[in-house]
C-alpha cells in the first residue's frame, strides 16, 4: 500500500501530511482510510498535545477524487445509489473522527482546500491559511450537497447567510476574502504557515492537556452536530441518484459548465 497519507513527530507536534501531490492530494477511498490510521496514531502516541495537518505539494487538496467514484459499485454493489446514506456515513467518519479528537487539531492550508478537502479543514479546530488559498464547496455544481459534515460544520462556524452564500453557489473564494467571517484562525504568507502554527502550538502547550481536551469536547457538544450530518446523509441519499448529479460529474470530468435540467 503506498503512502498517500505520511505522519511524523516533532515532540509535542503529531504531522498528518497528505501525500499525493501528483494528483493535487485528491481524496480517494485509500486515503481517507489511511488518514483514519493517521488519527488513531495519533491518539497512541507518546507525549502529543497538538496534531497538525497540512497537504504536500502545491496544494492542500483539490477535494474528492471523481475518478473514485467508478469504484462505487465494487465496494457497495450494483445498487450503490440506493445505498447512498452507507456511503455518507463511511465517508462522515473520518471527518467525525478528525473532530473529536480530543487533541486540538490544526489545518495548514495552502494553495486550494475545495469540496471534502474543504470538509476535512472544517472538522479542524483551527485553520491557518496561506495568503490567496482557495476555498470553497462546490457539490451543488456537481448536483449534490456538501455531506461529509461540511454544510453542518460552515454553518455552524459562520452562520446560516455565510454558509448558504458559499454553499448554494458552489462559489470558490481566496482566504483572504472570508478573512473576517470568524472561519480562519490566521490569514498569513505562504512562508509563514510553518511559524503561525508554531506560535498557536506554543499558547495551546501552556493549557493543562486535560482541561484543553474537555473544554473542546464541551464546547463542540453545544451544537447539534448529529443531527446536521443525518440530514445531510438523507439529501445526498436522493440527489445522488438524479440526472442533474450525473451531469454534473460527466462535466467536471470533461472541464466544463454543467447544463442541469432539475430532474
Known amino acids: 500500500m503506498s503512502n498517500l497519507v505520511e505522519t511524523r513527530q516533532r515532540e509535542m507536534v503529531f504531522e498528518i501530511v497528505l501525500n499525493r501531490p501528483e494528483k493535487r492530494n485528491a481524496i480517494s477511498w ?25 497537504g504536500a505539494g502545491p496544494m492542500f487538496s483539490a477535494g474528492i477524487d471523481l475518478n473514485d467514484l467508478a469504484a462505487l459499485p465494487t465496494r ?33 492550508l495552502h494553495g486550494a482546500a475545495l469540496g471534502l478537502a474543504f470538509e476535512v479543514a ?63 484562525t490566521q490569514v498569513v504568507a505562504a512562508d509563514a504557515l510553518d511559524a503561525a502554527a508554531d506560535t498557536l502550538v506554543a499558547e495551546l502547550a501552556q493549557a493543562a492537556p486535560l482541561a484543553v ?27 445522488i441518484r438524479t440526472n442533474d448529479f450525473m451531469a454534473g460529474v460527466q462535466a467536471a470530468i470533461e472541464r466544463r459548465a454543467a447544463e442541469f435540467k432539475g430532474e
Open 30 to 54: 485509500e486515503l481517507g482510510q489511511q488518514l483514519l490510521d493517521a488519527l488513531d496514531a495519533a491518539i497512541q502516541a507518546e507525549g502529543v498535545r497538538v496534531v497538525l495537518l497540512r
Open 76 to 108: 457497495y454493489g450494483p445498487s450503490w445509489a440506493r445505498h447512498m446514506r452507507a456511503i455518507t456515513d463511511d465517508w462522515q467518519r473520518v471527518t467525525t473522527r478528525l473532530e473529536r479528537l480530543e487533541l486540538p487539531t490544526i489545518a495548514l
Open 122 to 184: 472544517l472538522a479542524c479546530d483551527f485553520r491557518i491559511a496561506a495568503h490567496g488559498t482557495r476555498l470553497g464547496l462546490p457539490e451543488t455544481r456537481l448536483g449534490i450537497v456538501p455531506d461529509v459534515g461540511g454544510t453542518t460544520r460552515l454553518t455552524r462556524i459562520v452562520g446560516p447567510a455565510r454558509a448558504k452564500e458559499l454553499i448554494l453557489t458552489g462559489r470558490t473564494v481566496t482566504a483572504q476574502d472570508v478573512a473576517d467571517w470568524g472561519l480562519l
Open 213 to 239: 481536551g474537555m473544554a473542546k469536547r464541551v464546547i463542540d457538544g453545544m451544537a447539534d452536530v448529529e443531527r446536521g450530518l443525518l440530514l445531510e446523509g438523507w439529501a445526498q441519499s436522493q440527489l
